[in-house]
């Protein structure tokens, strides 16, 4: 048996799951049991020669993991966002590629600028605001996650990055968290928006993800309305409120933004054209 022949039958078996691309999960799951880049001409080379039994025997774990529901994300334990690895796993949100709009939005914003002040709520894996902060000058990042398994990760990464964020541990919900924090230029966000209709249609290895990261009350707006309420002080006047926001929210977050007296809100449209960020500016 040859490493190119595990590798068909991986896909028969992987192409069983209902949302797979079996191909390429197959050969990122056999780069991972080999120590490979499966993207490699080593890799390549690799599929003609006879497998070695430790090695099938990782590969078969794998693919039985993954058959069982789990992300590859988590399996391969981390996952591209914005041109860098950010380390994933049980217990914190996979970055996204939708979510690539808010840093997108967000250097366009402070392009040029030299000392930005941004806070990450629900940071997670801190894609957001450590990529922001690898791109921007001289900026100092806060980065708030309420989760302790998800915080494992943020510290991963932030030392992954050498990044120099201070790391909070909070609710941003909690009505005392904001007083701890000076003055940002921004506040960007992505928080848990699925609502209670979504949650019954989610895809199994969404379910592999923390329920926390991803439900955000019956109509999935709970965190914008606290969100803005309780962290609007925090913003520097002429500050930006950034989102995330679930497809069909654009209006009703855009209304809970200009209610507590942002102005220039808009909606944004993510490369599938759907609505995926609202920007707001705290009033002059
Ligand atoms: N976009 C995510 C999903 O559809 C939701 C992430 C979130 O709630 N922030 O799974």
Request: net charge negative.
């Amino acid at each position: 048996m040859t490493y190119g022949q595990l590798i068909t039958d991986a896909v028969r078996e992987l192409s069983t799951l209902e949302y797979s691309d079996a191909a390429l999960e197959s050969k990122e799951l056999l780069g991972l049991a080999l120590g490979m880049d499966c993207r490699s001409a080593e890799f390549e080379a690799k599929l003609w020669e006879e497998t070695d039994d430790d090695v099938e025997q990782r590969f078969f774990e794998f693919c039985k993991r993954r058959l069982g529901g789990e992300p590859l994300q988590y399996i391969v334990g981390e996952w591209d966002f914005y041109g860098k690895t950010f380390k994933v796993g049980k217990g914190v949100l996979i970055p996204r590629q939708d979510t690539e709009l808010l840093v997108d939005i967000a250097l366009k914003e402070f392009e040029g600028c030299r000392n930005t002040a941004i806070i990450d709520l629900c940071a997670g894996t801190g894609c957001i605001g450590l990529t922001l902060e690898s791109r921007l000058m001289g900026v100092s990042l806060a980065l708030v996650e309420k989760y302790t398994d998800a915080i494992e990760y943020l510290f991963d990464n932030k030392l992954r990055f050498g990044s120099q964020a201070r790391v909070v541990k909070g609710d941003v919900t909690d009505e005392s968290l904001p007083r701890q924090f000076r003055k940002a230029d921004l506040i960007v966000c992505n928080p848990p928006y699925l609502t209670a209709a979504d949650m019954k249609d989610m895809q199994t290895e969404v379910h592999a993800e923390p329920v926390e990261a991803l439900y955000g009350g019956e109509d999935g707006l709970d965190f914008y309305r606290d969100i803005v309420r309780l962290w609007k002080d925090v913003l520097h006047i002429g500050g930006v409120m950034l989102f995330e926001i679930g497809a069909a929210q654009g209006q009703e977050v855009s209304d809970i933004l200009t209610m507590h007296g942002f102005e220039n809100v808009r909606v944004k449209r993510d490369a599938a054209g759907n609505d995926r960020a609202v920007i707001g500016y705290r009033k002059k």
